[in-house]
T-cell receptor, first 113, second 115 residues
Framework: NAGVTQTPKFQVLKTGQSMTLQCAQD?????MSWYRQDPGMGLRLIHY???????DQGEVPNGYNVSRSTTEDFPLRLLSAAPSQTSVYFC????????????FGDGTRLSIL | ELKVEQNPLFLSMQEGKNYTIYCNYS?????LYWYRQDPGKSLESLFV?????AVKQEGRLMASLDTKARLSTLHITAAVHDLSATYFC???????????????FGKGTKLSVKP
C-alpha cells in the first residue's frame, strides 16, 4: 500500500516558470490537502478538497491552483514561480470521519531562484 | 483569526526528565491532532483527541484535551533520545465553519533529548 505519493521529491525552478506538483493516494480517501512548510512557520494550508470536483482555499492560496478530477489525484500548480514560494510542500489525505488523522506524503522540496 | 500557539518552541531536555508541551488555540474546536516530524521527513500521526477531557497515551507520550480552556498538552515522561523530533499540534475546523481536511497547525516544538 503506497499511501500518499508526491512527485517530484526535489525541484529547482527559475522565477516565472510554472510547474505542477503531483499528489496521488491509493487509499480511496475523500479529503486531500496541500500544505507548505517554512522554517519557524509550521504547516500552512494552501488548498484542500472534500471530494472529486470540489476544492477550496486555505490560508495561503495566492499563486497556486488546484483541481480534483479524480478521487486519487490532487495536483498543485504554481502559475508563475516566485522566490517566496521556495518551501517544502506536503500533500495529505484522510477518509471521511474526523476521527481519522491526515496521512502525509514525503514532501516536495522546491527552490525558486 | 484562528491562532494555534505552541510553547515552548524549542526544548532541550536531559534523558530521564519529564516535561510538557502546551498547545493553545483561539477558536472553539473539539478535535485536535498531534504529529511528530523527524528532520527531513514527513509527518507521523501520534494522537487524535476528539472530545473534552480526552486523554491518549502511547509509550512515554501522553496527550490531553481541554476544550473549555482551548488547551491541549503533550506530556513526556522519562525522556529518551529517540523522542528527539519536532512535535506539532493541529486543530480541525470542520463543524465550525470549516471543512474536514482543513487543519490549522501550530509552529511546532523542536525537542532535543540529550544524554
Amino acid at each position: 500500500n503506497a499511501g500518499v505519493t508526491q512527485t517530484p521529491k526535489f525541484q529547482v525552478l527559475k522565477t516565472g516558470q510554472s510547474m505542477t506538483l503531483q499528489c496521488a493516494q491509493d487509499m480511496n480517501h475523500e479529503y486531500m490537502s496541500w500544505y507548505r512548510q517554512d522554517p519557524g512557520m509550521g504547516l500552512r494550508l494552501i488548498h484542500y478538497s472534500v471530494g472529486a470536483g470540489i476544492t477550496d482555499q486555505g490560508e495561503v492560496p495566492n499563486g497556486y491552483n488546484v483541481s480534483r478530477s479524480t478521487t486519487e489525484d490532487f495536483p498543485l500548480r504554481l502559475l508563475s514561480a516566485a522566490p517566496s514560494q521556495t518551501s517544502v510542500y506536503f500533500c495529505a489525505s484522510s477518509p471521511r470521519g474526523w476521527s481519522q488523522p491526515q496521512h502525509f506524503g514525503d514532501g516536495t522540496r522546491l527552490s525558486i531562484l | 483569526e484562528l491562532k494555534v500557539e505552541q510553547n515552548p518552541l524549542f526544548l532541550s531536555m536531559q534523558e530521564g526528565k519529564n516535561y510538557t508541551i502546551y498547545c493553545n488555540y483561539s477558536t472553539t474546536s473539539d478535535r485536535l491532532y498531534w504529529y511528530r516530524q523527524d528532520p527531513g521527513k514527513s509527518l507521523e500521526s501520534l494522537f487524535v483527541l476528539l472530545s473534552n477531557g480526552a486523554v491518549k497515551q502511547e509509550g512515554r507520550l501522553m496527550a490531553s484535551l481541554d476544550t473549555k480552556a482551548r488547551l491541549s498538552t503533550l506530556h513526556i515522561t522519562a525522556a529518551v533520545h529517540d523522542l528527539s523530533a519536532t512535535y506539532f499540534c493541529a486543530v480541525d475546523l470542520s463543524g465550525y465553519g470549516g471543512s474536514q481536511g482543513n487543519l490549522i497547525f501550530g509552529k511546532g516544538t523542536k525537542l532535543s533529548v540529550k544524554p
